[in-house]
């Protein structure tokens, strides 16, 4: 993808240099979703960081001023709705309260209905990650619904399945632009 600049972000490919600052964030996940991508060496780090270099579907985000990578992006265009798409983020606890996430976000998701005809984008977010859920209602993103016992991304002290209750937010083209118009 082409850089996108905000007033205090680059939001871009990753490149290698970014491998210890993706481990700084990968290596503590805060919410149960990211799990998955828990990576605790430089080495695995630095293994992600290539497999996203050309990867547009997850978007690294710097500070302008140092190029520091302080978080990630991350989009999903649907096959059968190719005007759709699931979107995401996830931070480094570093940057949290001054405004980064969601000026990073408003960027994808500008550059989303404006560069990639997107009508429509959604993302899932579990009903105890408050801040993303924030996020989202700053955006001007609207709750759809709460999906009980959605996905299991743990186990609980038994090793039985922990299901996450995921909460749907969205948010139209149309509803985007007369937001940004006003």
């Not at 490149?15 to 149960?32: I, W």
């Not at 038994?158 to 509803?175: F, H, I, Q, S, V």
Request: proline share 3%.
């Amino acid at each position: 993808m082409q850089p996108i600049q905000t007033n205090r972000l680059i939001l871009r490919n990753f490149k290698r240099a970014d491998a210890p600052g993706l481990l700084e964030y990968t290596s503590n996940p805060r919410v149960n979703c990211f799990l998955d991508g828990k990576m605790n060496t430089l080495e695995e780090a630095a293994a992600e960081v290539q497999k996203r270099n050309s990867d547009d579907s997850h978007i690294a985000v710097s500070l302008q001023e140092t190029d520091e990578l302080i978080g990630e992006l991350f989009l999903m265009q649907e096959e059968r709705e190719p005007d759709t798409f699931n979107i995401g983020w996830n931070f480094n606890a570093r940057y949290e309260g001054k405004g980064l996430a969601r000026e990073s976000a408003e960027a994808l998701l500008d550059y989303l209905y404006m560069q990639k005809e997107a009508r429509r984008l959604y993302a899932y977010v579990e009903d105890d990650n408050v801040r993303s859920q924030k996020l989202c209602e700053k955006l001007g993103m609207r709750q759809e619904g709460c999906m009980m016992e959605f996905v299991t991304f743990t186990n609980h002290a038994d090793g039985t399945p922990k299901y996450e209750n995921t909460y749907m937010y969205a948010l139209l083209k149309r509803e985007w632009l007369k937001r940004t118009s006003i």
